[in-house]
């Protein structure tokens, strides 16, 4: 070994003391061994946890719905997909007698279906409430329509096989009873004008229709319930009952 190699030797063994003397290192406890659990194997076994990061993830604007009980992929301002092709169906009509929707609730007039129950499309309904606007142009009115159409209409080629399904989807419509009123208004303007405006109306849509106004009796069936005419007597059944027969025969009680 050469002076060289002596004196770097002879440094390191220095600054070592120089350093002991002067570094006091902190006492460290002694800890007691871990806790380990009767599985050893499933407990080295185990997969280690990924590092959590302090990156927090970017929401998408679907997921953060904090207000809302629906999940998340409905929207109520979107009109629902139908799961199978609707059926065309007849309109209701109740068998014990209703006279729902046969007067004027909103408006001061209306228009009332008086032949029977028909299926309007959309254009039909939307070229008769133009109609009205356009006659009733200029004056201060309020126009209502009672039914929408929300029925899928579909059709199918003449002499198609059976077997092709149902087809195409061609318009949408609605079932409209009968003695149902379809369109009302509510106007400062004549009676005459507004009854002209409902028979041009009444001209662009199927079926017979009548002009009837707010505080009219209403209808049940096609028979309008007046003061000779209650709604019970309507119910009844015209053919009189057995029991009826022999009540009639009995001698009256004194």
């Known amino acids: 070994m050469d002076n060289r190699t002596t004196l770097q030797v002879n440094n390191q063994s220095s600054k070592q003391l120089w350093l002991d003397k002067t570094m006091t290192f902190p006492r460290i406890p002694v800890l ?7 599985c050893v194997f499933c407990a080295f076994s185990r997969p ?7 990156h927090r993830p970017r929401l998408h604007r679907q997921q953060a719905s904090p207000f809302s009980s629906s999940s998340v992929q409905q929207n109520w301002l979107l009109p629902v997909k139908e799961a199978r092709a609707t059926v065309k ?6 068998k014990g007698g209703s006279t729902r929707g046969t007067t004027v609730i909103w408006g001061d007039y209306g228009l009332r279906l008086r032949s029977h129950d028909r299926r309007i499309t959309a ?5 008769g409430e133009e109609v009205v606007k ?30 092709t399904g149902k087809g195409k989807f061609s318009h949408w419509a609605c079932r409209l009873p009968v003695s149902r009123i379809l369109f009302e208004l509510s106007s400062n303007s004549h009676e ?21 106004k707010k505080g009219d009796p209403p209808v049940m069936g096609i028979t309008p319930l007046k003061t000779a005419t209650t709604e019970s007597d309507l119910r009844r059944p015209r053919k009189k009952l057995p029991l009826e027969h022999t009540a009639q025969r009995l001698p009256g009680s004194t």
């Open 134 to 163: 356009r006659r009733l142009r200029g004056t201060n009115f309020r126009f209502f329509s009672r039914f929408a159409a929300d029925i899928a209409v579909y059709e199918k080629p003449q002499e198609s096989r059976m077997g």
């Open 32 to 38: 007691s061994p871990p806790r380990v659990s009767r």
């Open 89 to 94: 169906g007849r309109p209701r009509i109740a």
């Open 48 to 54: 280690l946890a990924p590092a959590k990061s302090t």
């Open 192 to 212: 005459q004008v507004v009854r002209d405006a409902f028979r041009l109306a009444a001209a662009k849509l199927p079926g017979l229709w009548e002009f009837v």
């Open 123 to 127: 254009t039909q309904l939307r070229v």
